[in-house]
């Protein structure tokens, strides 16, 4: 097996300035498929390089080529941000890219032509800042069907489906195109999930058994999520907030404790009934009206 390093060169900031993006491409020297996978997108969700970086230490039997992006914008990435301080877009909202655009456009149009060589790609999400997500791919619904075979094989406990669309995002425009793609999301911006790490490699493999560079592809069971059945739950007062992070992903009513001031008390904070929690905060430090919890509905 071959890693061989490359760098995208995309011109130009306004110091005239190239942007150089790496990524690299894994070949097996074997017959088998050419395959993506794109992380850090939005450069506070760094923790997806780890797993990737985890995944390439293991020695598998793969077959055909995989590319790499491990950090798709480095302008954000830089700064620890969302998006870029140069032009403030969201990269995942500029897809297929400009070639003439503003910055951020720029880089999307240099990477959207090396993937349109893959059958198919991967796009890998971490959670907001203090927002810790359980594992979960993201798609619009109506193309759900477009991705049946991939989700089957993909070893993530949720999918949410969206009613509307997100436009211009890597996922659908690649799907436009008729290469199968689809998001995961897992972790937390802005930290390195360390007890995600295993259960990224775990999605990574499932992913690569599916698209043919890995053999014996699995079957899994998802639920598939409407995003209209979530529940979205606020901080009712301010204070600091102990998430029950032990039963993340699993079906309970019970979200952590929250202890107020200047009392000093304690208060187990309760849903009126149980379901899977997808996100928790996790930042401790809480105001009242801040996001808690998403948590499905019965």
């Given amino acids: 097996m071959k890693i061989e390093n490359k760098i995208l060169v995309v011109k130009e900031l306004p110091d005239g300035s190239p942007v150089r993006i790496p990524y690299f491409i894994v070949d097996s020297n074997k ?3 050419t ?14 390089i780890v797993v990737l970086k ?6 598998y039997p793969l077959k055909g080529k995989i590319i790499i992006f491990p950090i798709a914008n480095p302008l954000a990435y830089n700064v620890k941000e969302r998006t870029s301080r140069i032009d403030r877009k969201d ?3 500029c897809w297929p890219g400009k070639e003439d655009g503003v910055i951020t456009e720029k880089m999307c149009h240099g990477i959207f032509k090396i993937l349109n060589r893959c059958g198919c790609v991967l796009d890998l999400h971490n ?3 203090n927002i810790l997500d359980t594992p979960q791919a993201r798609l619009y619904e109506p193309r759900y069907s477009d991705v049946q075979d991939l989700v089957d094989h993909l070893d ?4 949410l489906l969206r009613k509307e669309p997100l436009e211009n995002t890597l996922v659908g425009c690649l799907l436009d195109r008729n290469i199968k793609a689809i998001t995961v999301e897992l972790g937390e911006g802005k930290r390195i999930t360390y007890n995600y790490i295993d259960k990224g ?3 990574i493999d499932s992913f690569l058994r599916h698209t043919g560079n890995l053999s014996n592809p699995q079957i899994f069971k998802s639920i598939p999520i409407d995003y209209d059945k979530m529940r979205i739950v606020k901080a009712e007062n301010s204070g600091l907030f102990i998430p029950n ?3 993340l992903g699993e079906k309970t009513d019970y979200l952590g404790n929250l202890i107020s001031f200047p009392d000093f008390s304690e208060k187990k904070i309760r849903t009126p009934t149980k379901g899977h929690i997808l996100s928790l905060w996790v930042g401790g430090v809480i105001a009242r009206g801040e996001l808690l919890a998403r948590i499905t509905k019965d």
């Fill in 35 to 48: 395959t993506g996978i794109v992380a850090t997108q939005h450069g506070n969700e760094f923790f997806s």
């Fill in 201 to 203: 490699i775990k999605i």
């Fill in 91 to 93: 990269m995942n909202r």
């Fill in 127 to 129: 959670g907001n800042d």
């Fill in 54 to 59: 985890e995944f390439l230490k293991i020695k």
């Fill in 31 to 33: 017959k088998g498929p």
């Fill in 156 to 159: 993530v406990p949720f999918v």
């Fill in 245 to 247: 992070i032990e039963q």
